[in-house]
């Protein structure tokens, strides 16, 4: 859920947990744990969101968090915290492996992507595809005719540089998965930015000032999980 919709679902939630909140305090429901349920629903609507996006990770993690909670009412007891914790994670990087191709499709379609290679530094092309894992990499798109870019970061820092990159369409697309790790993105900052990342136990933020009018557009979309996207204006 995004924009009005997801502020919507999400007003109406913490009102109905106040609601029951009180209505506990006069013993009506003295057995509501409204902490519980408030949790119960938020992994849940992040599950959702990662069955829609084809994101793994939102789906698996989760779902560990889940077990941690109710424990006890599943009853196996074999299983520790961490445990279930570490399965999470291993099934989120195997399925997001696996199922790599059919997801690109899923959600970004038929689109042809040039890969710069593991340790390429420059990326040129009007569509660009840039990958790390388990590692530190940097990136600087030197395009005449940027259009757009999918960024994938798992377990890892990755660093892409926009400044050197001309847009003749008046816009351009900018794709972010980032999981467990931090992507840092350099923007001109005579562009204007539409900030459209999403964050599941992660953070996004902003650093510097763009110009107030620009002619150039650049959507940003995507998502982080336990993991930070920093947009720099330059």
């Known amino acids: 859920m995004k924009g009005s919709s997801g502020r919507i679902f999400?007003?109406?939630?913490?009102?109905?947990?106040?609601?029951?909140?009180v209505a506990s305090q006069f013993g009506l429901f003295p057995d509501v744990n409204v902490f519980g349920i408030l949790v119960t629903i938020f992994l849940g609507w992040t599950i959702f969101e990662g069955i829609r996006r084809?994101?793994?990770y939102q789906i698996f993690i989760p779902l560990a968090f889940l077990y941690m909670i109710y424990d006890d009412e599943i009853g196996i007891?074999?299983?520790?915290?961490?445990?279930?914790?570490?399965?999470?994670?291993?099934?989120?990087?195997?399925?997001?492996?696996?199922f790599q191709n059919t997801r690109r499709k899923r959600i970004y379609g038929d689109t042809a992507y040039a890969y710069p290679g593991n340790s390429a530094e420059q990326c040129q092309g009007e569509q660009i595809r840039c990958e790390n894992t388990f590692g530190s990499a940097i990136r600087y798109i030197n395009?005449?005719?940027?259009?757009?870019?999918?960024?994938?970061?798992?377990?890892?820092?990755?660093?892409?540089?926009?400044?050197?990159?001309?847009?003749?369409?008046?816009?351009?697309?900018?794709?972010?998965?980032?999981?467990?790790?931090?992507?840092?993105l350099y923007v001109p900052k005579e562009w204007q930015v539409e900030n459209n990342l999403?964050?599941?136990f992660g953070s996004v933020g902003e650093k510097g000032r763009n110009a107030e009018y620009g002619n150039t557009m650049l959507y940003i979309n995507g998502s982080t999980t336990f993991g930070t996207i920093v947009i720099f204006y330059v």
């Open 54 to 56: 084809v994101n793994f």
């Open 10 to 21: 999400w007003g109406i939630v913490f009102i109905l947990a106040a609601v029951c909140l």
């Open 77 to 98: 007891v074999q299983l520790t915290p961490w445990t279930v914790f570490g399965v999470a994670i291993l099934f989120s990087i195997g399925f997001s492996m696996i």
């Open 143 to 184: 395009s005449d005719n940027f259009k757009n870019a999918q960024l994938e970061n798992h377990f890892g820092t990755l660093s892409v540089y926009f400044d050197n990159a001309v847009v003749q369409g008046g816009s351009a697309f900018v794709n972010v998965e980032n999981h467990f790790g931090e992507t840092n």
């Open 198 to 200: 999403e964050r599941v």
